[in-house]
């Protein structure tokens, strides 16, 4: 009975563990790279649109020439179309991060859940721009069984990333700059994010986005904009 409950216990981790691992694909595929034969990169920015901060990253973006791919909420794009709209029309890629953002629970969903936050989400985008999206990022990068296969069914692919700068929660410029620097590599997919924190003074997502083109225009890299990209 014992090693009976064992193996149960076993198997009811190897369910849950994974869902819990941050761009984990035991589930089902996850891109976190590209092919390419260019030092080039992937940009995206999860959590907006945001008024105190997206416009100025969209500014930021436009005076680079570059352009990136934002994994919005829905609640967010139901708040502020105009800013998703803004988002399409500059040639930015508009894509679902489901449209509650429940870090803390999402990773847990039963299929029902799942479909209604990603299809929710899908739904807001569409109204807003005319399009519907083609990817999908869950909430922190965790996802279970359910997700990945409801994911499936409405056609999005999974995405992941490769460097990030750990910006969702604390804010330091320099820090967030040099995490994704020493990240960086040819294929990579970065990540950003341009929701609003307590403390944070409006435009201040878009200085940090800005140091950290410049540093790694530097570096050499270049940006793409393929909305295939992730198929490394």
Same mark, same amino acid.
């Not at 083609?134 to 999974?158: D, I, T, W, Y």
């Not at 929660?169 to 320099?174: D, E, G, L, R």
């Given at each position: 009975?014992?090693?009976?409950?064992?193996?149960?216990?076993?198997?009811? #981790?190897?369910?849950?563990?994974?869902?819990?691992?941050?761009?984990? $694909?035991?589930?089902?595929?996850?891109?976190?790279?590209?092919?390419?034969?260019?030092?080039?990169?992937?940009?995206?920015?999860?959590?907006?649109? @945001?008024?105190?901060?997206?416009?100025?990253?969209? @500014?930021?973006?436009?005076?680079?020439?570059?352009?990136?791919?934002?994994?919005?909420?829905?609640?967010?794009?139901?708040?502020?179309?105009?800013? &998703?709209?803004? !988002?399409?029309?500059?040639?930015?890629?508009?894509?679902?991060?489901?449209?509650?953002?429940?870090?803390?629970?999402? #990773?847990?969903? $039963?299929?029902?859940?799942?479909?209604?936050?990603?299809?929710? &989400?899908?739904?807001?985008?569409?109204?807003?721009?005319?399009?519907?999206?083609?990817?999908?990022?869950?909430?922190?990068?965790?996802?279970?069984?359910?997700?990945?296969?409801?994911?499936?069914?409405?056609?999005?692919?999974?995405?992941? #990333?490769?460097?990030? $700068?750990?910006?969702?929660?604390?804010?330091?410029?320099?820090?967030?700059?040099?995490?994704?620097?020493?990240?960086?590599?040819?294929?990579?997919?970065?990540?950003?994010?341009?929701?609003?924190?307590?403390? !944070?003074?409006?435009?201040?997502?878009?200085?940090?986005?800005?140091?950290?083109?410049?540093?790694?225009?530097?570096?050499?890299?270049?940006?793409?904009?393929?909305?295939?990209?992730?198929?490394?």
């Amino acid at each position: 009975m014992n090693r009976m409950r064992q193996l149960q216990a076993y198997a009811g #981790w190897m369910l849950v563990l994974p869902g819990v691992i941050r761009n984990c $694909g035991w589930f089902g595929r996850v891109e976190k790279s590209f092919l390419t034969q260019k030092r080039e990169l992937l940009l995206t920015i999860d959590d907006g649109p @945001d008024p105190r901060q997206t416009p100025q990253i969209l @500014d930021a973006l436009a005076q680079a020439k570059v352009r990136a791919v934002f994994f919005v909420i829905g609640k967010n794009v139901k708040a502020y179309p105009a800013l &998703c709209r803004r !988002m399409t029309e500059e040639g930015h890629s508009v894509q679902n991060h489901t449209f509650s953002h429940n870090s803390a629970t999402f #990773w847990s969903v $039963g299929p029902r859940r799942a479909k209604e936050e990603i299809e929710r &989400c899908s739904l807001a985008i569409q109204n807003a721009t005319g399009r519907l999206p083609l990817q999908f990022r869950p909430p922190v990068g965790m996802a279970n069984p359910f997700v990945h296969l409801v994911a499936e069914s409405c056609g999005l692919k999974m995405m992941g #990333w490769s460097a990030t $700068g750990h910006d969702g929660i604390a804010h330091n410029p320099s820090r967030v700059v040099q995490r994704i620097r020493r990240s960086a590599t040819p294929g990579g997919i970065v990540l950003l994010h341009d929701s609003h924190l307590r403390g !944070m003074r409006p435009g201040e997502r878009a200085c940090t986005l800005s140091a950290l083109l410049n540093t790694l225009k530097g570096d050499g890299y270049l940006f793409t904009d393929r909305l295939d990209a992730g198929s490394a």
